[in-house]
């Protein structure tokens, strides 16, 4: 028993740490106090920076942000209105060109046509003056063609008569080839 | 000799205390199971219902710790 | 027993299966010796961690956040989303009234938090994983919720333990569920967190003493880092859970009549 006794104690001697206090370290309670005081100087010191530091600035970061968001969509907003002002002004602009271009165009047309007007009554004129002078001509032509013709007609006429040896009376030769031409003609 | 039956009874009682711990992973898991049910016939309001799934599982978990604690005692600190 | 143990010791060299869960949950002083007592302003491992919490706290926080950029660095935006995430956690559960508690549950938040994912670095210490450190946490909601619902509304407080929808009979069996469950609050608000953390940290140190039997030592390492995994997810969702559950306690205390 004794002899037992002592190789125990060896034993515990041995493996102090373990064999000593109880299994779980957790229960310990000789090592509460230390740790009960660091905690709470922990958790004072986490608290103090956070509450004094931390927090406000990440708030502070956090409210800026929003703030600088909500500017900015509000500067968006406002952009836009007035991307969507110069897009009307724009548009106004435009349809004012297009009017004044259709205006124009007119007008020119108009213009344009007066011209071509005048300048058609002028050329109708023209080519009626030149059509009278040509019919003129052409007629002269005509007359002094049947004129020819009928000289022709009297000079074969005669000619033929004298190759027959007849001497025939000139004036009755002529008015005889006239009427032969009045007639045909 | 009598250190024998009492270390019997830590080592039996310990495998006993253990069962609890693997009964809670029923909890757990019907826990899980119920959410996902849920969230999948009505996935709208999963997101909504995290925190309580967390909470649930934590609960559940819990106990097994417990149970697991109790075997941890018996075997190294009693 | 005795020699039981000696044969245990023996058992425990190396080559065998040795389990040492509960040796990273320790506290021992930075300085000086091992065995020296731990008194209540020694500075330990325990010190060094929430120390380095509070430093990521204000390196994330105040450093991160020192452009006041409107435009964010990538530090800010974490900053800012941490921020965010609990502002709306605050003002969704406890309404507008909350938001003057708002810096109280952000320290909250983030001591579990850089707490819960600093103490996953291998070789770490986790605060959070002791139950000095949440039962203080939780307590410290616990009296807090409960001034501030008594100063807040007085005597009506209590009728958040009397249910007027349900019936008159029952209201006194109700009441005193209601009590309990009250009381209830810290215990669990305090253990499920330590107990989330310790439970997943003492299953990678037990599966990492199966990783010396060669044979099974690859499924043990693919186990590790499987619920390292978990363990990740763990301790952001518990440091979540800690949180909304203050504020719903908090939203009790405020509106005490639903």
Same mark, same amino acid.
């Given at each position: ?14 493996? &102090? ?7 779980m ?41 929003? &703030? ?19 897009? &009307? ?75 027959? &040896? ?20 | ?8 009874g830590q080592f039996i009682g310990a495998g006993l205390a253990a069962i609890g711990s693997g009964l809670s992973a ?37 106990l097994g710790i417990f149970s697991f604690l109790v075997a941890l005692l018996l075997m190294f600190a009693v | ?190 253990i499920?967190?330590?107990g989330?953390?310790v439970a997943?940290?003492a ?56």
């Open positions: 028993m004794a002899t037992e006794t002592i190789t125990a104690e060896e034993a515990l001697a041995v493996h &102090g740490a373990e064999a000593a206090g109880p299994g370290p957790q229960l310990d309670v000789s090592s509460f106090p230390n740790q009960i005081f660091w905690l709470l100087v922990t958790l004072g010191v986490i608290y103090f920076v956070l509450s004094r530091f931390a927090l406000p600035r990440i708030g502070a970061v956090l409210a800026e942000r929003a &703030g600088t968001i909500t500017n900015d969509i509000a500067a968006a907003e406002e952009l836009r209105h007035r991307a969507r002002e110069a897009e &009307g002004a724009y548009d106004k602009a435009l349809a004012d060109a297009r009017v004044e271009a259709n205006r124009i165009v007119a007008e020119t047309k108009a213009q344009i046509q007066a011209d071509l007007d005048v300048e058609m009554e002028k050329a109708d004129a023209q080519i009626a003056a030149k059509t009278a002078e040509s019919q003129a001509a052409i007629d002269e032509i005509r007359e002094s063609s049947a004129r020819n013709v009928s000289e022709v007609a009297r000079d074969v006429a005669r000619e033929i008569v004298a190759a027959f &040896g007849a001497d025939a009376d000139v004036t009755k030769v002529d008015a005889a080839v006239d009427a032969k031409l009045g007639e045909r003609a | 000799m009598e250190g024998d039956i009492a270390q019997f029923i909890g757990v898991g019907s826990v899980a199971a119920n959410y996902l049910s849920g969230a999948l016939r009505n996935p709208s309001a999963a997101a909504s219902q995290t925190a309580t799934l967390f909470i649930g599982l934590a609960f559940a978990e819990a | 027993m005795a020699t039981e143990t000696v044969a245990l010791v023996e058992g425990e060299e190396p080559g065998g299966l040795v389990f040492h869960p509960f040796d990273q949950f320790e506290i021992k002083p930075l300085f000086g010796e091992i065995g020296d007592p731990v008194s209540w302003y020694t500075i330990t491992n325990a010190t060094f961690w929430m120390a380095l919490a509070a430093l990521s706290v204000i390196l994330l926080l105040v450093v991160g956040t020192r452009g006041r950029a409107v435009i964010p660095s990538r530090v800010q935006s974490a900053a800012e989303l941490i921020y965010g995430f609990v502002y709306k956690m605050v003002e969704d559960v406890t309404g507008k009234e909350g938001l003057k508690y708002f810096p109280w549950i952000m320290t909250l938040f983030l001591f579990i938090l850089f707490s819960n994912y600093l103490g996953l670095l291998p070789l770490a210490f986790t605060p959070t994983s002791h139950i000095a450190v949440t039962a203080v946490l939780a307590l410290g909601v616990f009296i807090a919720v409960t001034v501030i619902g008594f100063v807040k509304n007085g005597m009506a407080f209590l009728g958040l333990f009397w249910m007027k929808e349900a019936p008159l009979f029952l209201r006194p069996v109700i009441a005193i569920i209601e009590v309990i469950s009250y009381f209830v609050r810290p215990v669990s608000h305090s499920r967190l330590a989330n953390l997943g940290h299953m990678i140190k037990v599966f990492a003493g199966f990783a010396a039997i060669a044979a099974i030592s690859p499924l043990s390492i693919v186990a590790i880092t499987a619920i390292y995994g978990l363990e990740v997810l763990v301790a952001g969702i518990q440091a979540y859970v800690f949180t909304i559950l203050t504020c719903i306690y908090l939203k009790d205390a405020l509106h005490p009549s639903h």
